[in-house]
């Protein structure tokens, strides 16, 4: 069974830092794109970061650009957000999510995973 968990989430004060977590189990993670969304009390869920399976090519939403950083580790089947110059803005649950590209009994399909999530909260 595939399962995303995430950590590391909790409160800090603005300006602060957090480095978010995302373990799998049950995939090969080297074949996965990996991203973050969050979304905020009373928004819409919007993606915040992403790498790619290929080459680790990043992606930051310009909310987060300059301040927050994506990683991975495949060795480990984990994927890393340091979340620096924290904003109460950026206050959400963040969700890991993970899609890939794979054949099953010969026909193509899209695979996709998501985290339950993990509360960041930016606050004095």
């Known amino acids: 069974q595939v399962q995303l968990v995430e950590s590391g989430g909790g409160l800090v004060e603005p300006g602060g830092s957090l480095r978010l977590t995302c373990e799998a189990s049950?995939?090969?993670?080297?074949?996965?794109?990996v991203a973050w969304f969050r979304q905020a009390a009373g928004k819409e869920r919007e993606r915040v970061s992403c790498i790619s399976s290929g080459d680790g090519s990043t992606f930051y939403g310009d909310p987060v650009k300059g301040r927050f950083t994506i990683s991975r580790d495949n060795a480990k089947n984990t994927v890393y957000l340091q979340m620096n110059s924290l904003k109460p803005e950026d206050t959400a649950v963040y969700y890991c999510?993970?899609?890939?590209?794979?054949?099953?009994?010969?026909?193509?399909?899209?695979?996709?995973?998501w985290g339950q999530g993990t509360q960041v909260t930016v606050s004095s």
């Open positions: 049950g995939l090969t993670w080297y074949y996965y794109n």
């Open positions: 999510y993970a899609d890939t590209l794979g054949y099953y009994s010969g026909i193509l399909k899209e695979y996709t995973y």
